[in-house]
């Protein structure tokens, strides 16, 4: 364009100054016109300079065509003022509005549940005031207030009422013997008459109150099993046998009676799944791992028993001590029916045991009257009796120690399936792959989530570092231009730079979660962080690069030099560096695939130094996440060089590229949050629903049979009993 062409086209479009893009498009259109049209003049015969000169004249009169062009505009220049001022206002706080309504989605307003309130999702269900008195949403956080107020509400629902006593009983159990809550266990007697579990606490208690534990004078268990509850070997010294030491025959007499009363009873249970199971049928469909994790809170409080255990396991020494004071004393046949009501007790209590606490306080009651068993039948001159005790204490030992790999640890091959939940939360008890499937492949739609969260906030903070940069850009004159680089152009960069990295991750971890052969997060979460890097800084690359590429060419069809992008060879040492970390990366994954490069769990290493299972996730993490740290730390370097390269050229174009990119940047948060974002919770809340059933207390009401415990089970119920013919008669205590 000549000079004389520059001044013109200025003069005509300077009405149209308020959209500089506008006006350079315009600019550009005229100084088309003109070079036809001189073209023309040269081909009639005319000299370049005349050529010039009769092309701008044939356009008209200035101040006319001035007018023309400005009414031909002026409602263009409008609606595009209007769109770009929604742009500059709403993009870059729409796209930090994303990032919080995915946070808001995928938490569901986790930070402002309380015992009152229920997640965002769940606000609409219907709940009455009995139900929430249930649940225990009573606006206090004092588990013992919201037992209290479900009592008060049903004083005469057993299940209720144990769930209240089971917490009076976790605050008094470091208190003295009177503080604990008789009148409120009897209560428990009357409302729930065919369950022995309140008769047993009762006895306890009543124990506690006549009589205390000490050491015996005179017998000693043998190094090999003292300080043990007959279950496994130990190798402490010898240590006396535990006798009881009675203050209040009248109390002790009604506790023993307490104790035969509750074991002839047919049931014998704390009722705490029954409750669990209540509450969890109020509560609507898990959709998100928040609500399975707040669910299991509010479902399972005061549901395990976990305090009655402790009283039941109390219960049982002091009944074997007791026999040991009846040894003494000379009553035999006492001794050995006090040790034969223990080991029976033991036996029903597995019968009913729906959780593994509850099958492994049996076995431990069920076991324990052995070693003080054969101890006192040697030392009373019964040496078959001895030998009878010494045989079902080493088969009970056995069938334990058989038992217990199903059930109490999990197999390296199911450790590497089982997921970090089953791992982390629910250790020491083991799961089978299978049963961890659903809570496994939720785990991964959370990871998946994260990544993106975190793949939209540093796109984010990339804006809000080149907003910067624009408002300070935008004090200096001229400001730069604000272009629109086409809808072609910015549907190529979308197909590209978002769609395509996206889709081809997206069908990767489709194949690899049905055929992969189903790795828990806890196992491959160093290869899938390395994936998710990748994915990511493919994603930020490209999306920068066809931008700068975008913004470049649209300035160079304007008619102004912003530079360009810079060649590949400009740049070797981020290339050779960027291959070299992608080789390494594909090799690893490959490899971790293919097995070689797939770590094996620390083993004796573990065991050694008695190291958590979590210690054995880092380490099959660490090759991935130090190449998952090479990879960011390669693109970080990358954007601060191309930025500083960029702050240097802000006369020669840089601020047009800054501004430029910033709301590309903004709209590719916008479009990936919100499509990504929805498909991802789409497979979170399809995941949720399964495996809310495997995570709750359904599974809790089978646990015994989904963990392999049921041949423990069948055992301490059916093993024979100490002696063969124990005597028949309930023994009198010391003072008669």
């Given at each position: 364009?000549?000079?004389?062409?520059?001044?013109?086209?200025?003069?005509?479009?300077?009405?149209?100054?308020?959209?500089?893009?506008?006006?350079?498009?315009?600019?550009?259109?005229?100084?088309?016109?003109?070079?036809?049209?001189?073209?023309?003049?040269?081909?009639?015969?005319?000299?370049?300079?005349?050529?010039?000169?009769?092309?701008?004249?044939?356009?008209?009169?200035?101040?006319?065509?001035?007018?023309?062009?400005?009414?031909?505009?002026?409602?263009?220049?409008?609606?595009?003022?209007?769109?770009?001022?929604?742009?500059?206002?709403?993009?870059?706080?729409?796209?930090?509005?994303?990032?919080?309504?995915?946070?808001?989605?995928?938490?569901?307003?986790?930070?402002?549940?309380?015992?009152?309130?229920?997640?965002?999702?769940?606000?609409?269900?219907?709940?009455?005031?009995?139900?929430?008195?249930?649940?225990?949403?009573?606006?206090?956080?004092?588990?013992?207030?919201?037992?209290?107020?479900?009592?008060?509400?049903?004083?005469?629902?057993?299940?209720?009422?144990?769930?209240?006593?089971?917490?009076?009983?976790?605050?008094?159990?470091?208190?003295?013997?009177?503080?604990?809550?008789?009148?409120?266990?009897?209560?428990?007697?009357?409302?729930?008459?065919?369950?022995?579990?309140?008769?047993?606490?009762?006895?306890?208690?009543?124990?506690?109150?006549?009589?205390?534990?000490?050491?015996?004078?005179?017998?000693?268990?043998?190094?090999?099993?003292?300080?043990?509850?007959?279950?496994?070997?130990?190798?402490?010294?010898?240590?006396?046998?535990?006798?009881?030491?009675?203050?209040?025959?009248?109390?002790?007499?009604?506790?023993?009676?307490?104790?035969?009363?509750?074991?002839?009873?047919?049931?014998?249970?704390?009722?705490?799944?029954?409750?669990?199971?209540?509450?969890?049928?109020?509560?609507?469909?898990?959709?998100?791992?928040?609500?399975?994790?707040?669910?299991?809170?509010?479902?399972?409080?005061?549901?395990?028993?976990?305090?009655?255990?402790?009283?039941?396991?109390?219960?049982?020494?002091?009944?074997?001590?007791?026999?040991?004071?009846?040894?003494?004393?000379?009553?035999?046949?006492?001794?050995?029916?006090?040790?034969?009501?223990?080991?029976?007790?033991?036996?029903?209590?597995?019968?009913?045991?729906?959780?593994?606490?509850?099958?492994?306080?049996?076995?431990?009651?069920?076991?324990?009257?052995?070693?003080?068993?054969?101890?006192?039948?040697?030392?009373?001159?019964?040496?078959?009796?001895?030998?009878?005790?010494?045989?079902?204490?080493?088969?009970?030992?056995?069938?334990?120690?058989?038992?217990?790999?199903?059930?109490?640890?999990?197999?390296?091959?199911?450790?590497?399936?089982?997921?970090?939940?089953?791992?982390?939360?629910?250790?020491?008890?083991?799961?089978?792959?299978?049963?961890?499937?659903?809570?496994?492949?939720?785990?991964?739609?959370?990871?998946?989530?994260?990544?993106?969260?975190?793949?939209?906030?540093?796109?984010?903070?990339?804006?809000?570092?080149?907003?910067?940069?624009?408002?300070?850009?935008?004090?200096?004159?001229?400001?730069?231009?604000?272009?629109?680089?086409?809808?072609?152009?910015?549907?190529?960069?979308?197909?590209?730079?978002?769609?395509?990295?996206?889709?081809?991750?997206?069908?990767?971890a489709a194949a690899v979660w049905r055929w992969g052969g189903g790795f828990g997060v806890n196992y491959a979460f160093g290869r899938v962080l390395l994936e998710i890097t990748l994915t990511a800084?493919?994603?930020?690359?490209?999306?920068?690069?066809?931008?700068?590429?975008?913004?470049?060419?649209?300035?160079?069809?304007?008619?102004?030099?912003?530079?360009?992008?810079?060649?590949?060879?400009?740049?070797?040492?981020?290339?050779?560096?960027?291959?070299?970390?992608?080789?390494?990366?594909?090799?690893?994954?490959?490899?971790?695939?293919?097995?070689?490069?797939?770590?094996?769990?620390?083993?004796?290493?573990?065991?050694?130094?008695?190291?958590?299972?979590?210690?054995?996730?880092?380490?099959?993490?660490?090759?991935?996440?130090?190449?998952?740290?090479?990879?960011?730390?390669?693109?970080?370097?990358?954007?601060?060089?191309?930025?500083?390269?960029?702050?240097?050229?802000?006369?020669?174009?840089?601020?047009?590229?800054?501004?430029?990119?910033?709301?590309?940047?903004?709209?590719?948060?916008?479009?990936?949050?919100?499509?990504?974002?929805?498909?991802?919770?789409?497979?979170?809340?399809?995941?949720?629903?399964?495996?809310?059933?495997?995570?709750?207390?359904?599974?809790?009401?089978?646990?015994?049979?989904?963990?392999?415990?049921?041949?423990?089970?069948?055992?301490?119920?059916?093993?024979?009993?100490?002696?063969?013919?124990?005597?028949?008669?309930?023994?009198?205590?010391?003072?008669?």
């Amino acid at each position: 364009m000549t000079g004389h062409w520059d001044d013109l086209t200025a003069r005509l479009t300077r009405r149209l100054a308020g959209d500089r893009e506008l006006q350079l498009d315009v600019r550009r259109e005229l100084h088309t016109h003109l070079e036809d049209a001189a073209a023309e003049f040269r081909d009639a015969g005319e000299t370049p300079e005349a050529a010039a000169s009769l092309a701008a004249r044939a356009l008209g009169e200035e101040g006319e065509l001035e007018e023309q062009l400005w009414s031909a505009n002026r409602f263009r220049m409008r609606v595009r003022g209007l769109l770009w001022w929604a742009a500059r206002v709403a993009l870059l706080p729409g796209a930090i509005a994303v990032i919080v309504l995915l946070i808001l989605a995928m938490s569901d307003g986790a930070g402002t549940w309380s015992a009152d309130s229920l997640p965002y999702s769940w606000r609409d269900e219907k709940l009455s005031a009995d139900d929430k008195v249930l649940l225990g949403m009573t606006g206090t956080t004092d588990r013992l207030a919201r037992a209290k107020a479900a009592a008060d509400r049903w004083p005469d629902d057993p299940a209720v009422w144990a769930a209240y006593v089971t917490m009076l009983l976790d605050r008094g159990l470091d208190q003295e013997p009177e503080a604990f809550p008789l009148e409120e266990i009897r209560h428990g007697q009357q409302i729930d008459p065919d369950n022995g579990w309140w008769n047993l606490l009762e006895a306890d208690v009543l124990l506690r109150q006549s009589s205390r534990i000490v050491p015996d004078g005179k017998l000693t268990y043998p190094a090999e099993f003292s300080s043990c509850a007959a279950s496994e070997a130990c190798d402490s010294e010898p240590s006396p046998l535990d006798r009881l030491e009675i203050s209040d025959t009248e109390t002790f007499e009604r506790a023993i009676e307490q104790f035969y009363t509750g074991l002839d009873k047919p049931l014998l249970t704390h009722r705490g799944i029954e409750l669990a199971c209540r509450r969890a049928d109020l509560l609507p469909e898990a959709t998100r791992l928040t609500h399975i994790l707040w669910r299991w809170g509010l479902v399972m409080e005061n549901s395990l028993g976990l305090e009655s255990h402790a009283l039941l396991r109390d219960l049982c020494n002091r009944v074997d001590a007791y026999a040991v004071t009846l040894a003494g004393d000379g009553q035999w046949d006492a001794a050995v029916a006090q040790l034969h009501a223990a080991q029976l007790l033991g036996a029903r209590l597995a019968g009913q045991a729906t959780t593994l606490i509850d099958l492994l306080v049996a076995t431990a009651i069920r076991m324990a009257p052995l070693a003080p068993a054969e101890v006192l039948a040697e030392a009373q001159g019964h040496p078959e009796f001895a030998e009878q005790a010494r045989r079902l204490r080493e088969a009970q030992r056995a069938e334990f120690g058989e038992a217990r790999p199903h059930f109490m640890s999990t197999p390296h091959g199911d450790r590497r399936r089982a997921g970090a939940y089953w791992l982390v939360l629910l250790a020491p008890g083991g799961v089978r792959a299978e049963d961890a499937a659903a809570m496994r492949n939720l785990e991964y739609a959370v990871g998946w989530e994260l990544a993106l969260m975190v793949l939209l906030v540093v796109m984010v903070l990339l804006a809000l570092l080149i907003g910067l940069g624009v408002l300070v850009s935008l004090l200096r004159r001229p400001r730069p231009v604000l272009l629109f680089v086409g809808w072609r152009r910015l549907g190529r960069i979308c197909l590209f730079a978002l769609v395509l990295p996206l889709a081809i991750y997206a069908f990767y971890a489709a194949a690899v979660w049905r055929w992969g052969g189903g790795f828990g997060v806890n196992y491959a979460f160093g290869r899938v962080l390395l994936e998710i890097t990748l994915t990511a800084a493919a994603v930020i690359a490209l999306l920068l690069a066809m931008g700068y590429a975008a913004i470049c060419r649209r300035a160079a069809e304007l008619g102004f030099d912003v530079g360009g992008p810079r060649r590949l060879r400009r740049q070797w040492v981020f290339v050779t560096l960027a291959a070299l970390v992608g080789l390494v990366s594909a090799v690893y994954i490959v490899g971790w695939w293919a097995g070689p490069l797939r770590p094996e769990p620390l083993g004796l290493l573990q065991r050694w130094f008695a190291l958590p299972d979590y210690a054995g996730t880092l380490y099959a993490s660490l090759g991935g996440a130090i190449l998952a740290a090479a990879v960011a730390s390669v693109g970080l370097l990358w954007l601060i060089a191309e930025g500083v390269r960029l702050l240097k050229r802000r006369r020669s174009g840089g601020r047009e590229v800054f501004r430029n990119l910033l709301p590309i940047l903004s709209a590719g948060v916008i479009l990936v949050g919100l499509a990504c974002g929805w498909a991802l919770s789409r497979v979170e809340a399809t995941w949720a629903s399964r495996a809310a059933g495997q995570t709750d207390v359904l599974l809790l009401s089978r646990e015994i049979e989904s963990r392999g415990g049921q041949p423990l089970r069948r055992y301490i119920v059916t093993a024979p009993l100490w002696p063969d013919a124990p005597a028949a008669t309930q023994p009198t205590t010391q003072g008669e």
